[in-house]
């Protein structure tokens, strides 16, 4: 588990299996990141779902010489978070979230697994500048801790170690 200021992965390792196509990887059980609340906002639970194909932290060939690969650093836990979404939001129109929204929970993501902020700054930058642009569909629902015992129960499970009023879920 990893927990800070920034959020909290409870469950801090992706299953995953490489897809057919030996580029991807596919998600084997629910991924999750808890939000922590903000003045904003109150705290959030966003889930990559069981199935999910994913590139791994996505780069322009510029970025490539100077990051590591696709799937390696902390980074790349942020990025299964924001493809889950951006594939919501660009591809089925069922994203809660705006672009915007999604965008900044990669930075906050990546900044919890450990990413220093430069770097999560500059990649931030590389997803709102190059990333999808979509807007939160009306009346999807977003999750809550309970949905974990059905979505995501890996992550249910792990539950006990997480500090839910630190984050404001409480």
Request: proline residues 6%.
């Amino acid at each position: 588990m990893i927990q800070n200021k920034w959020g909290c992965f409870p469950s801090w390792r992706p299953v995953t299996e490489w897809h057919e196509n030996n580029e991807d990887m596919v998600l084997i059980a629910s991924f999750v990141f808890l939000r922590p609340a903000a003045a904003d906002r109150p705290a959030q639970v966003w889930i990559a779902r069981e199935g999910l194909q994913f590139d791994g932290e996505s780069k322009r060939w510029w970025m490539a010489s100077v990051m590591k690969g696709r799937y390696e650093g902390p980074g790349r836990l942020a990025a299964v978070i924001h493809d889950e979404y951006c594939a919501r939001g660009r591809d089925e129109q069922s994203s809660p979230y705006s672009s915007d929204e999604v965008h900044r929970v990669y930075y906050e993501a990546a900044r919890c697994a450990g990413l220093p902020a430069w770097r999560a700054e500059a990649r931030w930058f590389g997803v709102r500048k190059f990333g999808p642009r979509f807007d939160a569909a009306p009346g999807v629902a977003t999750y809550t801790l309970e949905d974990l015992r059905t979505v995501a129960p890996e992550a249910y499970a792990q539950l006990y170690l997480v500090d839910l009023l630190a984050l404001g879920f409480v």
